[in-house]
């Protein structure tokens, strides 16, 4: 009799390291788009998971295979995976934040994009600045860095491990940092339109008889896109700040 014995131990750890990196990486506009058909994601991440476990040294140490084990693993994995993912995600909806909030002060208001990555109204400003900072975050290898950080975190929490370190303010600190950093993207061009408000208040003292609603609009719309075409050669050190929050964020998450 031949007894063939088939070793389960990498197939288990790939399956949940692709729900961690899955989850991650799928909350994120650079690689959760729906343009991507489901079985090519599936397959692409269930790739990368095959060879981030294979290039790991030291290797994983073995899984248990029983039922309540792997539910229990499987859980934490998908924890991880959104803790790591919404860190990624707040970094580039700073972007649509500060958009946001130029679109209210230039009268955009009302004007939304259907954007067809998230299937969800998009601010004007905002998905222009998010795609300039997805533009960036791919120019200089930000993706590289990303797949070698899951790969890390492998090392700081193992497959399956409770998240004893977990600490709630971290994640409440970087959610306050989505806003507070999005104002200052989009700073210089939200002062400027608000010097403009002033000057048409002024003008509306000199010239009551005139009708500076209506005038306030493409002057306040000139402003603000004259303000934040200038200052976008200028944004590096903000889409730096913005990106390095997202690693302090996971390393506080793990406890580097």
């Not at 070793?7 to 288990?12: S, T």
């Not at 990196?21 to 994601?41: C, D, E, S, Y």
């Not at 649509?96 to 299937?119: I, K």
């Not at 210089?188 to 306030?216: E, H, K, T, W, Y």
Request: charged fraction near 5%; proline fraction near 7%; glycine fraction near 8%.
């Amino acid at each position: 009799m031949i007894s063939l014995r088939i070793d389960i131990a990498p197939l288990i750890a790939t399956l949940l390291l692709s729900l961690r990196i899955g989850i991650a990486l799928f909350m994120t506009p650079v690689l959760g788009g729906i343009g991507v058909p489901t079985m090519i994601r599936v397959f692409a991440l269930l790739g990368l998971a095959f060879c981030i476990n294979l290039g790991l040294q030291p290797p994983l140490p073995p899984l248990a295979s029983d039922p309540s084990h792997l539910a229990f693993a499987m859980c934490m994995e998908a924890l991880w995976g959104a803790l790591l993912g919404f860190g990624i995600s707040t970094a580039f909806a700073t972007f649509l934040v500060g958009g946001r909030l130029l679109d209210l002060q230039m009268g955009f208001g009302v004007a939304t994009l259907f954007d067809p990555a998230s299937r969800a109204q998009t601010p004007l400003l905002g998905l222009l600045l998010q795609m300039c900072a997805i533009a960036a975050f791919l120019a200089v290898d930000g993706h590289h860095l990303l797949l070698r950080a899951l790969a890390a975190s492998l090392q700081a929490v193992p497959l399956g491990t409770v998240p004893l370190r977990l600490q709630p303010q971290t994640v409440l600190a970087q959610f306050g940092l989505m806003f507070s950093l999005g104002i200052v993207v989009v700073g210089p061009a939200v002062f400027c339109v608000f010097l403009a408000d002033i000057g048409m208040s002024v003008l509306s003292r000199v010239l009551p008889q005139a009708n500076i609603f209506l005038l306030s609009i493409p002057v306040k719309v000139f402003a603000g896109l004259a303000t934040l075409a200038i200052s976008l050669p200028f944004l590096a050190p903000a889409m730096n700040r913005v990106f390095a929050s997202m690693l302090r964020y996971w390393n506080a998450l793990m406890g580097i």
